[in-house]
């Protein structure tokens, strides 16, 4: 069992920057296993949408078009956390952020391959 809180959302101009964390931790404590974490996104009205992932060592990491060269994912294992540095905010951005982890090292896309999920935090850009 992994519990996950997210944290660093907030209201910013477009063209500003805002970064998100993904605090983890186990059944014990801060032991969270080797588990890959993500980052996703809804907005009112759409569907949940996949953002970054990265691999529970870090060597491979994957991003939406929308976001790629404008948000980058990093973890610590040490730390049992996940940040999501996004710059260049857009209108477009506004969304309720997840983290997500699954019980496997490697990075996926899908949604359904995500066994835990944080309550969200609410990021929203301005024009």
């Known amino acids: 069992q992994v519990h996950l809180v997210e944290s660093g959302g907030g209201l910013v101009q477009a063209g500003g920057s805002l970064t998100l964390r993904c605090a983890a931790s186990?059944?014990?404590?801060?032991?969270?296993?080797?588990?890959?974490m993500g980052w996703f996104r809804q907005a009112p009205g759409k569907e949940r949408e996949f953002v970054a992932a990265?691999?529970?060592?870090?060597?491979?990491?994957d991003y939406a078009a929308s976001v790629k060269g404008r948000f980058t994912i990093s973890r610590d294992n040490a730390k049992n956390t996940v940040h999501l540095q996004m710059n260049s905010l857009q209108p477009e951005d506004t969304a309720v952020y997840f983290c997500?982890?699954?019980?496997?090292?490697?990075?996926?896309?899908?949604?359904?391959?995500?066994?835990?999920w944080g309550q969200g935090t609410q990021v929203t850009v301005s024009s």
């Open positions: 997500a982890a699954r019980k496997y090292s490697l990075v996926v896309r899908s949604a359904n391959s995500y066994d835990y």
């Open positions: 186990g059944r014990t404590g801060s032991s969270v296993g080797s588990v890959a």
């Open positions: 990265i691999s529970w060592a870090g060597g491979s990491i």
